[in-house]
């Protein structure tokens, strides 16, 4: 059965500087979606980013960028000049089917907190 | 963008009552949703799949007779606690996608407790 693990429960970062979010996984599968969820004190689920795992480039999205290790089954997510309201838990999570038709695997979960 | 919205956002109920919370897709047509549990401080733990016009799939452990799953429309799938409990008070996220697209879309979830 796939597996996902968030190894840090809580984080903290200094307004403006670099965070790095653990995640690794484990499957049979050579195909699959990788993603990150930011989840605000609202509970509202918003994607940060998503990564196919036939791509080797990492993926980006502004300021989030993330190191997907394939061999190691690692997927770690990098917050650069992090900001106030980058304030939430982040959940990293495994899909097969790309996040739409199957089911999503989630880790427990990483509280990051903000100082200004 | 796709939005999901889920209602209500809260609700409390009695012991032993049921309660309905439904999950929209307001401008895609959804032809899978998927409703999720998270307790607090948890991850979010997948119950069941719901396709549009068939019965949904449930995960190994999840109560089907007390977790009732509609899906009969395209925009529209409702879960339903029946006879609930104290330890069903728990927060419930619903999400929709459609064959298309890559991405499921979260409602805002549902905060149920019983009391």
């Known amino acids: 059965a796939q597996t996902v693990t968030q190894s840090q429960p809580e984080m903290s970062v200094q307004e403006a500087e670099t965070v790095t979010l653990s995640c690794t996984y484990d499957t049979s599968e050579s195909d699959y979606y990788l993603f990150w969820y930011k989840q605000p004190p609202s509970r509202q689920m918003i994607l940060v980013i998503r990564?196919?795992?036939?791509?080797?480039q990492n993926a980006t999205e502004n300021r989030f960028s993330v190191n997907f290790q394939k061999a190691a089954k690692s997927f770690s997510l990098k917050i650069s000049d992090s900001q106030l309201g980058d304030a939430a838990m982040y959940f990293c999570a495994y899909s097969i089917y790309g996040g739409s038709q199957g089911n999503l695997i989630f880790g427990k979960g990483t509280k990051l907190s903000v100082k200004p | 963008g796709a939005v999901v919205s889920q209602h209500p956002s809260r609700v409390i109920c009695k012991s032993g009552t049921s309660v309905k919370i439904e999950c929209r897709s307001l401008?895609?047509?959804?032809?899978?949703m998927f409703w999720y549990r998270q307790f607090p401080k948890q991850s979010l733990m997948l119950m069941a799949t719901?396709?549009?016009?068939?019965?949904?799939?449930?995960e190994q452990g999840v109560e089907k007779d007390k977790f009732l799953i509609n899906h009969a429309s395209l925009t529209l799938s409702t879960l339903t606690v029946t006879s609930a409990h104290p330890e069903d008070s728990s927060f419930y996220i619903c999400?929709?996608?459609?064959?298309?697209?890559?991405?499921?879309?979260f409602g805002q979830g549902t905060r149920l407790t019983v009391v």
């Open positions: 719901s396709n549009e016009g068939s019965k949904a799939t449930y």
């Open positions: 999400s929709a996608a459609t064959q298309m697209n890559t991405e499921a879309f």
């Open positions: 990564q196919e795992a036939y791509k080797q």
């Open positions: 401008d895609f047509q959804a032809t899978t």
